[in-house]
């Protein structure tokens, strides 16, 4: 059966959610490796949740500014 609450669609698989980074999986392994991206076991399973996603662009987005008037 599957789950679909509002709060379980807005989990991502690691393909989605690296698709919405716009980076490798490869990539995406790494920062959660290095803590950077939270991320949520589903059993087996590495989902991200995409208000956790936005949240990690938004940071980004900031450091990314702040370093270009530096």
């Not at 789950?3 to 690296?18: D, F, G, T």
């Not at 490796?33 to 208000?51: A, E, Q, S």
């Not at 938004?58 to 370093?67: G, L, W």
Request: glycine share 4%; net charge positive; hydrophobic share 30%.
């Amino acid at each position: 059966m599957r789950n679909n609450s509002p709060h379980h669609q807005q989990r991502l698989s690691e393909r989605k959610a690296a698709e919405w980074l716009g980076m490798s999986q490869r990539t995406l392994w790494q920062r959660r490796h290095d803590g950077l991206i939270p991320f949520i076991r589903d059993g087996r399973m590495i989902r991200y949740d995409l208000d956790d996603l936005r949240t990690y662009t938004d940071a980004s987005r900031v450091q990314n500014e702040v370093a270009d008037h530096a």
